[in-house]
């Protein structure tokens, strides 16, 4: 980890202490600066849970990526600051996809005077860091909750625009063994919304800018507005001027998207 080329990545300037203060600044510098995207699982590229890897792609390569990857990196450059860290096992949609799911969400729990959830890889998700205890959570304008359930685990419930409605975790370290099998299967399952869907996901202040297939949605607050793609070259600008992607080749998979956003619109129309 190369703490120096890691802050200019994402803009950061000030001195780095393992304080709150740092962690916010950090969170929202990243979360500014990088995009969350899948469009290595769209290339049929392997991803891993490595964070060297994610250093190489984010930083290097100057890429996004996504909750194994953001916050995966985003823990290395905090533990190199001096934070202790504990990686938990996040379950997107654990209230309906049931255990099959745990793992599928990188979430990490940062000891400070209490402890803190710090989460850069949910795409839409919390621009700020949050306290570890139970209520509502208001947070870059959006309303969020944290809820304890009774079997001990702790449930994320989105803003009323944001993506997926929630994901569940425990306190407990992650095995790395369960992120890493969690990690392949969503970039080969034939239901995984990482390979069926195309996205790139960035906060910007005031808002969230949301790519999925054909539909770019800016969310705000106070409301939504969307825009619908035109063409491969549209998709390969948008990329370049929203998202700091420079991403040619992604024009390849313009057939893939288009087919991909007519099956949303017909399954949204059932």
Sequence with gaps: MDLAAYFDRIGFAGAAKPDLATLTALHRAHLYS???ENFEVQFGHPLTIDPRAAYEK???RRRGGWCFEMNGLFAAALEAIGFRVTRLAGGV???LLGEAMVGTHLVLKV???RPWIADVGFGDGALDPFPLCEGPIRNGGFDYRLERLPDGW???HHHALGGAPSFDFTEEAADPALLAEKCEWLQTWEKSPFVLTATAQRHRP???LVLKSRRLRRIRPDGVDD???GCADELVHVLARDFGLDLPEAASLWPRICARHDELLA???S
Excluded: C, Q, S
């Design 58 to 60: 984010i930083v290097n």
């Design 111 to 113: 000891d400070l005077d």
């Design 154 to 156: 702790w449930r994320f």
């Design 34 to 36: 990088i995009p969350y």
């Design 93 to 95: 949609r654990r209230d």
């Design 267 to 269: 399954a949204a129309a």
């Design 227 to 229: 825009h619908l793609l």
């Design 206 to 208: 005031g808002e969230v």
